[in-house]
């Protein structure tokens, strides 16, 4: 009697997984074709940005390949940017060091995680209150940054993610989650930024690319990207497949990159030196409104004199 009411029990669990997730599937199309990302596209093409030259490159290049680097000090000619995100990014260090090193001594700490992805110590992760006076949110909103994404999306984008990473080496051992290829689960319509902010060479786990990978472009057909699809494939048979192809960004401190992440990635893969870098992620209204969770929530009165995208961006 008891085995059977676990079974059943076991049974509908599943079939209410199976209805959850097709539910999931299909609040993402609906809110992709005709529901949020419809008047996200309206809003953006009521209103577009004017692109600089250095704008349109990126975007032409992230158009062809799915990413793009530039300097930030091109991007962003504002020394004083610079500076206080390098000022923010010592002090990030300076604590994660002094943290990592008592948790060796088997300490406490106050590192922050994320389970599955425990190689990376990130300054937010999740459920952090941001207001304007955070330089990671203030990057993400950026207009620089922002008009790109909302061109490169052809819509007025969410900001979903905000968080600088620390990625410590470890031993040459198995890579993990990110560290292999894989798509990013979070939309079809997805543009990442990473701002190195210690140089990286082939020992701090450089950002690694498959160019023209994202869907849409000529690699879509590979395991193709997919709400709540298979997003991890055999990585050998990837490999094998693509990897002659792939790109990777070793690259001086202070480098930008676009990419959209729905191509696919991997990643910090430290055995040297440990790597740091900032990163925000731009997605559409349908991915926020079925498939991911923004990691922070806006501090109240933050929005007061934002231009109307960065509002929505927050919104
Ligand atoms: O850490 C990396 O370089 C890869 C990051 C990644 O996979 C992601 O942000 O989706």
Redesign the pocket.
Known sequence: MHRKRTRLAARAHRVASALERRGVIATYELQDRVLGNRRARRRYSQQPPALDAPQREILGCLRDEGYAVVPFSELVPDPQAWRDLEAEAATFVSDTERELAREQEGGETALRRRPGKEF?VRKYAYEVELGLDDPWLRLGLNPRLLDIANTYLGMWAKLEYVDV?Y?PPVDRSERQ???RW?R?F?DRHLL?A?LYLVDVDDDS????YVPRSAPGSELDHLWPWRPLGDNYPPEEELAAKVEDRAVS?TAPRGTLIFCN?SGF?????AVGKP?V?A?V?YSSPASLASLTERNFSVRPGSVNGLGAEQRYALS
């Open positions: 990376v990473w990625t989650s990110s560290q894989h990013d979070n990442k990473f786990g450089p950002f690694e960004f992440t990635h991997r990643g910090g893969f790597r870098l990163t992620t």
